[in-house]
């Protein structure tokens, strides 16, 4: 014991852990001063979020309903979020696919079972991977986007000039960017699905010698209309979060150029965080119905 | 006065009273009182930060007023209805001190915005010729097909105040119409407010510290101190004061 632990080995080892401890009390005392502040602050902010949050999406449901129809510029937002995502979401779904396959082939040929492969990798596409690795991708590219974009024209004063000109611009550029992400993420899912599933047949084609026919009525033996059903509400819950969080963002940006990063910055991370939420709510509320 | 033109002293398009506005512990305005009248263009002088943006941004029901009225057109603004605001917006031009023009769009299609916006049922041709004569009016029809970011800083001023006429607004707001441009393009400009003035019998506002503005454009100037209307008159009655706040801005723009 005393020749692992030298006494003033020990010593020193309890003087650093002591001058720690009173640093921390130091940091906590500092702490205590200005913390009431901050984390009424903190708090403050918080609740004031929360409330302009409701109040925009009581808004966007609003006007969303009413007339005029902006159909234009959402066919050219659909075009932007969703035509343009489109390599982005065919290199993602072909290497998940491929990848996946090859990572689940040792376990299940220590079973002898790689004729389970094709059913495997259609539920873990179609049920998990697609409408979540679509999402995150899009959150990313286009929450991004619409966050920068819009953050802008806010602080150019563009918005104002929307505003005072009387052009609805609430309408024209929030209404059909969150109800073109709403339809075009789902659209991307499903596509990321189909490309993931060639991916893994490519893979299972070349080692297994599976035909696309028996891959095809493989996979699918195992999807029922509930997989279908959650993974379509997955991604179309989605693409409406990944809209409406960031054009929530960009809409309400401030102070000059920073505003606008910050805008970008913030859909993203807030959209991605909202999307694992929701993955989990929604994966809980489908076992339930199974 | 800066030329002849009718102002009808009966008829008040812009009135306001008693008018604050805070931003958290910052006091903006403190007590604004200014009335204009019909064809009437008021230059509103003062210093940086003394809130003359947030004076016009009130009168167009971009911010709210913590206390006072503003009533435009005979309407209490504070008080109407989405719709109604915007209705009465389209009666109002708003020309910004940055032009915000939409840079995503073509001068052309820029212009066409508020009206395909408002009057969906306007013809493509009358559109085009709308477009044409606006563009015409401030003497850019030869850049309409181009972006505004291929448009030098008076040229981009000159399209946004042509995008608010397309709407044939009653009330020009003007936010700083000459700041950040050279001399020649500020008289340029300056006429251009005398222009559409005439040309489309408008009231306006004209927000400025530019002097040589001030003198050619407003028939009666206003300045703003410390959040209240501190002097008013003409350009000569207001300059004739030997208060130094009025002294040290008229130094400033005329004798350095
Ligand atoms: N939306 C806002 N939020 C907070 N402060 C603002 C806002 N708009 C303006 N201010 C502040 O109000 C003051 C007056 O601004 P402004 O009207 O733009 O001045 P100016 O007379 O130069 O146009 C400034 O100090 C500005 O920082
Ligand atoms: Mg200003």
Redesign the interface.
Same mark, same amino acid.
């Given at each position: 014991m005393d020749a692992c632990f030298p006494r003033h080995r020990v010593l020193r080892f309890a003087s650093i852990l002591q001058q720690a401890g009173k640093f921390s009390i130091r940091i906590s005392l500092a702490n205590e001063t200005t913390s009431k502040s901050g984390l009424g602050a903190r708090w403050e902010e918080l609740t004031l979020g929360l409330y302009d949050a409701v109040r925009f999406l009581g808004r966007l449901f609003r006007q969303a309903v009413s007339r005029?129809f902006d159909f234009q510029e959402i066919i050219r937002q659909c075009y932007e979020i969703g035509y343009r995502s489109l390599p982005l979401i065919t290199l993602t779904g072909f290497v998940t696919g491929i990848v996946f396959t090859k990572q689940s082939r040792p376990s299940l040929v220590s079973f002898g079972a790689t004729s389970w492969l094709p059913s495997l990798i259609a539920i873990a596409m179609i049920r998990a991977l697609a409408p979540l690795v679509t999402a995150l991708i899009c959150a990313g590219k286009v929450g991004s986007n619409i966050g920068a974009e819009l953050g802008s +024209?806010k602080v150019? &004063?563009?918005i104002?000039? +929307? &505003?005072?000109?009387?052009?609805?611009p609430f309408n024209?550029l929030i209404v059909t960017r969150v109800a073109a992400s709403t339809l075009m993420i789902p659209v991307l899912a499903m596509y990321c699905a189909f490309v993931g599933l060639l991916g893994s047949f490519l893979n299972i084609y070349q080692n297994e010698k599976t035909s696309f026919v028996t891959f095809i009525a493989d996979a699918f033996e195992q999807i029922s209309f509930l997989d279908l059903g959650t993974s379509l509400t997955k991604a179309i819950s989605f693409g409406f979060t990944i809209g409406a969080v960031a054009c929530y963002k960009g809409f309400y940006a401030s102070n000059g150029t920073q505003g606008v990063g910050k805008a970008a910055n913030t859909a993203v991370v807030l959209s991605m965080f909202l999307i694992f939420m929701e993955e989990l709510v929604i994966v809980q509320v489908s076992n339930w119905l199974r | 006065m800066a030329y002849e033109h009718q102002i009808d002293y009966d008829q008040r398009v812009i009135e306001i009273r008693g008018l604050y506005k805070s931003f958290g512990s910052l006091k903006v305005l403190q007590g604004v009182d200014l009335d204009v009248f019909k064809g009437e263009n008021v230059v509103v002088l003062g210093r940086s930060g003394t809130g003359k943006s947030v004076l016009i941004k009130i009168i167009a029901g971009l911010l709210p007023p913590d206390a006072g009225t503003v009533d435009v057109l005979g309407r209490r603004v504070s008080e109407l209805s989405e719709e109604a605001l915007r209705a009465l917006r389209l009666k109002l031009g708003f020309s910004f001190q940055n032009s915000a023009l939409y840079d995503s769009m073509s001068i052309r299609e820029n212009l066409e915005f508020p009206v395909i916006r408002n009057m969906p049922a306007m013809n493509k041709s009358s559109l085009n010729d709308l477009v044409k004569e606006t563009l015409d009016a401030v003497g850019l029809l030869n850049k309409i097909d181009r972006m505004p970011s291929e448009l030098s800083g008076g040229q981009r001023k000159r399209i946004g105040i042509a995008r608010t006429l397309m709407l044939k607004p009653e009330i020009m707001l003007y936010d700083e119409p000459t700041a950040g441009l050279d001399p020649v393009t500020s008289v340029e400009i300056n006429k251009l407010i005398n222009e559409v003035q005439e040309r489309y019998n408008t009231s306006a506002i004209i927000i400025t510290h530019d002097l040589a503005c001030a003198k050619t454009t407003g028939d009666r100037v206003v300045m703003l101190f410390e959040g209240k209307v501190a002097k008013e008159g003409s350009f000569q009655e207001v300059f004739a004061s030997d208060d130094p706040e009025v002294q040290n801005f008229y130094n400033y723009n005329f004798i350095q």
């Open positions: 005029p +024209m150019t &004063e563009q104002d000039a +929307m &505003e005072v000109s009387g052009s609805r024209f | -």
